[in-house]
């Protein structure tokens, strides 16, 4: 049985930083493109970052390009996000997502697993 979990969220003043973490279970995350998105409120949800299996290439959405960083740790099985100079804008519920099949992909669709996500709030 395949589960992603997500943890590190929480309230963070504008300016701040945040790492979330994406523990998997059930696959190896060397064997997916692992990516990131978010979930505003009444909004759909958003690619945020990608890495691929190799975790050579990372893909950033323009809005996070510069603040936040996507690595991943194969011997703890984790895939990380993290989040710098978090803007009021960055507030949403964040996911982890694993691809079984493409090289990586910036659409839903792409993604054969799901985390629950966790909630990420910047205060201005």
């Known amino acids: 049985q395949v589960q992603l979990v997500e943890s590190g969220g929480g309230l963070v003043q504008a300016g701040g930083s945040l790492r979330l973490s994406c523990a998997a279970s059930?696959?190896?995350?060397?064997?997916?493109?692992m990516g990131w998105f978010r979930q505003a409120p009444g909004k759909e949800r958003d690619f945020v970052a990608v890495?691929?299996?190799?975790?050579?290439?990372?893909v950033y959405a323009d809005s996070v390009k510069g603040r936040f960083t996507i690595s991943r740790d194969d011997g703890k099985n984790m895939v990380y996000l993290s989040m710098n100079s978090l803007k009021p804008e960055d507030t949403a519920v964040y996911y982890c997502?694993?691809?079984?099949?493409?090289?990586?992909?910036?659409?839903?669709?792409?993604?054969?697993?799901w985390g629950q996500g966790t909630q990420v709030t910047v205060s201005s």
């Open positions: 059930g696959l190896t995350v060397s064997n997916y493109a």
């Open positions: 997502a694993a691809d079984a099949t493409t090289l990586y992909s910036m659409r839903e669709s792409g993604y054969d697993y």
């Open positions: 890495v691929t299996r190799t975790g050579r290439v990372t």
